[in-house]
């Protein structure tokens, strides 16, 4: 029997974005193992391994998640080492070397380098090091914005290069709500008709920089008294987050709603996605609003601007330019017919991103055969 391992950081990393493939995988016949930090169970997976990954990868924690991959790998005997991220896929690839059988081929999904630009020169240049030196241990990269495509090929990384259009998302649960389901979906969540309702479903981290949102809001709550802001997911600044809001007498416009089943409902019954993020992969939190029919307000940098189009799906502007971001918002909130004009577009651009189509894509670079 064919045999895959699949490394991510989190439990919940597969759960967000692998659970299609897993089910794919092991209809085709294949014994799929995963590694992440949690003990969640998987339906359809064979072997659930517990591996405390960290975001800082020189701690003692990394260490022994490397020595525990290389046991793994060793008496797993598979066939691809999927690994995700870069940290646990910088992990992976070193623990496979001289541990894996030798047709085993490791493929390596970034999701979003280490280094981008506007990033700090010292660390651009050590994660760019890292990253072409364990691309000689890797069979193909597979890259999701132009930007990390690009830079792979400009640094000469080893193995096969790839750029995908990210995982995929699940069009028909991120379907674009009437006037009459949006209205219901607002009564039953407590809000008005008439709100203008803005969203950001991320993790609360300085990369998403949601202080930002928060500083927008402060001049948008001056000139439009029904605006409300959902910050859906938690994260390690909420309290920070919670304090600030609190400080600038904000409670009434933002809410923490911290993590949430119900993010489709709460797309549906928005008007605005507003990203404020410094660097992305390839989002798929944007992906889900445009699939919804949200136009997107968002910062320029990578991953974005694989997405958005300036004026036609959405706006981008430079981070922390809090005023333009402001103003793209009162735009679209005042001119409906810009506003329809970029909802029709968006449901459009997301079309190409359902999971069925992203996934042959990956069934083929793994050389699974696509029936």
């Not at 029997?1 to 294949?30: A, C, Q, T």
């Not at 999904?109 to 030196?133: D, I, Q």
């Not at 949006?182 to 981290?205: C, F, H, Q």
């Not at 809410?255 to 489709?264: I, K």
Request: aromatic share 10%; net charge neutral; charged share 25%.
């Amino acid at each position: 029997m064919n045999k895959i391992l699949i490394v991510s950081n989190l439990d919940g990393f597969h759960k967000n974005f692998h659970l299609p493939y897993i089910k794919e995988l092991h209809m085709r016949g294949w014994q799929v193992d995963l590694a992440s930090r949690g003990d969640s169970e998987f339906e359809f997976v064979n072997n659930k391994f517990n591996i405390c990954f960290t975001r800082k990868p020189f701690s003692l924690s990394n260490l022994k998640a490397l020595f525990s991959l290389r046991e793994i790998i060793k008496r797993g005997d598979y066939s691809i080492i999927f690994c995700n991220t870069p940290i646990p896929g910088a992990i992976s690839r070193i623990a496979a070397i001289g541990t894996k059988n030798k047709h085993a081929k490791v493929i390596y999904s970034a999701h979003g380098y280490s280094f981008y630009s506007g990033g700090s020169l010292f660390w651009n240049t050590f994660y760019r090091f890292v990253e072409k030196a364990l691309s000689y241990f890797t069979d193909t990269i597979i890259t999701m914005n132009r930007e990390d495509y690009d830079n792979s090929l400009k640094y000469k990384f080893h193995g096969r290069i790839v750029n995908v259009n990210g995982v995929g998302i699940v069009l028909d649960k991120f379907r674009p709500a009437d006037r009459a389901e949006k209205l219901a979906l607002r009564v039953k969540k407590g809000y008005s008709e008439n709100d203008l309702i803005l969203i950001y479903p991320a993790e609360l981290t300085q990369r998403k920089n949601q202080i930002m949102l928060i500083d927008v809001m402060e001049v948008l709550t001056k000139e439009i008294n029904n605006v409300k802001l959902l910050l859906v997911g938690s994260g390690i600044l909420e309290e920070t987050y919670k304090e600030e809001i609190k400080k600038r007498k904000l409670d009434n416009y933002i809410e923490l709603l911290g993590f949430r089943e119900d993010v489709p409902d709460l797309l549906k019954m928005s008007d605005m996605l507003i990203a404020s993020s410094l660097t992305e992969g390839l989002p798929i939190n944007v992906i889900e609003a445009m699939a919804t029919g949200l136009p997107v307000v968002a910062t320029r940098a990578r991953g974005h601007e694989d997405l958005i189009v300036h004026g036609e799906n959405g706006f981008v502007f430079e981070r922390d330019d809090i005023k333009t971001a402001a103003e793209y918002i009162r735009n679209l909130y005042e001119n409906q017919e810009l506003y329809d004009k970029l909802r029709k577009n968006t449901i459009e651009s997301a079309q190409k991103y359902d999971v069925k189509d992203v996934m042959s894509e990956y069934l083929e670079l793994l050389d699974i055969k696509v029936l």
